[in-house]
């Protein structure tokens, strides 16, 4: 079993920047991040694996940067030019050979 807890959520202004972390409870190859608004299918946002291998949605591509701390067992999402449409839950995400885990969502609110 895999714990993730996010944190660095809020509101901040259109073009504004957000910096997300999460903390996982032990180290696991796959981390990344989901978002999700009501009504809608909660959606890839970006991934990153041990090897630091990224993959981002075309949304996000040129604004957002994903990172991880392997030692820490950490990953960030680092968070640029956001738009009002970026507005959702995102939830951390992690994903070993056995199975998918999840944090419990911070939200990210763009807003002027």
């Known amino acids: 079993q895999v714990q993730l807890v996010e944190s660095g959520g809020g509101l901040v202004q259109p073009g504004g920047s957000l910096r997300l972390s999460c903390v996982a409870s032990r180290s696991i190859f796959t981390m990344g991040w989901y978002r999700q608004v009501p009504g809608k299918q909660r959606e890839l946002v970006a991934t990153i694996t041990s090897g630091s291998s990224a993959n981002y949605a075309d949304s996000v591509k040129g604004r957002f940067t994903i990172s991880r701390d392997n030692a820490k067992s950490m990953v960030y999402l680092q968070m640029n030019s956001l738009k009002p449409e970026d507005t959702a839950v995102y939830y951390c995400?992690?994903?070993?050979?056995?199975?998918?885990?999840w944090g419990q969502g911070t939200q990210v609110t763009v807003s002027s």
């Open positions: 995400y992690a994903r070993s050979l056995a199975a998918n885990y």
